[in-house]
């Protein structure tokens, strides 16, 4: 692969963030802004042009040779739009030619939009913590959940981009909570942000005074010892060690990597999802599988974004880390 400078975006339900990033994987320039995910279509596009026009003012912005985007999914790689499930303003929405369309966009850059688990997991292979691992599940657990997978080494993006959609495995066909996707039971109605603080609030507990009902408060409330938000969490473990030791199941791992907002958590969520992990996991093949916390925090789906873009463009097949890249 060409050692040349990636832009990068990774657009989810609560942050829009956009880099600049060298051929090492190290992260030159950044911006952020909230996700508007309850507004229009042309609301979230403004919202994107912010952090294009932030990142123009960089002097790498011009020198960039490609430009990858990790998106909230599902996603179509190849027809270069984005679905959304958290954003329901965006329906087969052409993202790839409205930011190619942009004032700001770096010119004669075609740009690849990929689902934004998808690129976490590649930003984590090639910089961050399944660095060297021939088999993991990347997840991306915050507002939605979503996963990646690296098999033989390489990232297995599927023909849409979405392959490793691990949210949406569902772990309660019968009285599971019905899920923005249309299925019922979908890992994301037990694990997610909202679903986490939403349980809490349903089983009784009531957030500080002043203190908004997130999970990251239902996280302190149970590092403080109160039993439903630890229950909350719980619930949650148990529905992320189911899906995952399914996906152990079918495709063997070496490794989960877990990022997001609400993996922030640490061990609120990783005892009982470990916990719960050892009694799904019951084949001799998926037992004591390694789940850690994502090392490149927020920035792993930009730099898996670049990632992805550059494989892209190469020609090389099936994407691989640039790092690691022959």
Not at 45 to 71: K, N, Q
Not at 113 to 132: I, K, L, S, T
Not at 149 to 163: D, E, R, V, W
Not at 253 to 276: K, Y
């Amino acid at each position: 692969m060409d050692a040349l400078v990636y832009g990068a975006l990774d657009i989810g339900g609560t942050k829009i963030a956009g880099g600049i990033v060298d051929a090492d994987g190290h992260l030159v320039a950044r911006s952020q802004c909230a996700t508007p995910a309850h507004g229009t279509a042309e609301d979230m596009m403004a919202a994107i042009g912010e952090v294009l026009d932030d990142l123009a003012v960089h002097p790498g912005w011009t020198s960039l040779s490609r430009l990858g985007i990790a998106s909230a999914g599902p996603v179509d790689t190849a027809a270069g739009t984005v679905s959304p499930v958290n954003i329901p303003a965006w329906h087969t929405f052409p993202l790839v030619d409205r930011v190619r369309a942009h004032p700001h966009a770096p010119r004669g850059v075609e740009p690849v939009v990929v689902g934004d688990a998808v690129a976490m997991a590649a930003g984590e292979h090639w910089m961050g913590a399944a660095r060297g691992t021939d088999n993991a599940l990347g997840m991306v657990v915050s507002t939605g959940i979503g996963g990646g997978l690296i098999l033989n080494g390489t990232l297995h993006a599927g023909p849409s981009g979405n392959a490793g959609h691990i949210g949406h495995i569902s772990v309660d066909h019968t009285a599971g909570p019905e899920c923005r996707c249309g299925a019922r039971g979908c890992v994301e109605q037990f694990a997610s942000g909202t679903a986490i603080a939403a349980h809490a609030v349903e089983s009784g507990w009531v957030p500080p005074t002043g203190v908004a009902p997130t999970a990251a408060a239902v996280a302190n409330a149970a590092r403080a010892g109160d039993p439903r938000a630890a229950a909350a969490y719980d619930r949650a473990g148990r529905a992320l060690a189911a899906a995952i030791a399914a996906t152990a199941a079918l495709v063997e791992l070496d490794l989960v990597v877990i990022g997001g907002g609400v993996a922030q958590a640490g061990g609120t969520l990783f005892e009982p999802l470990r916990r719960h992990l050892a009694d799904y996991a019951a084949l001799d093949f998926t037992r004591n599988l390694p789940v850690v916390p994502a090392k490149l925090g927020t920035d792993a789906g930009l730099i898996g974004a670049a990632a992805v873009a550059g494989l892209k463009h190469s020609g090389c097949g099936a994407p691989r880390p640039p790092a690691i890249h022959p």
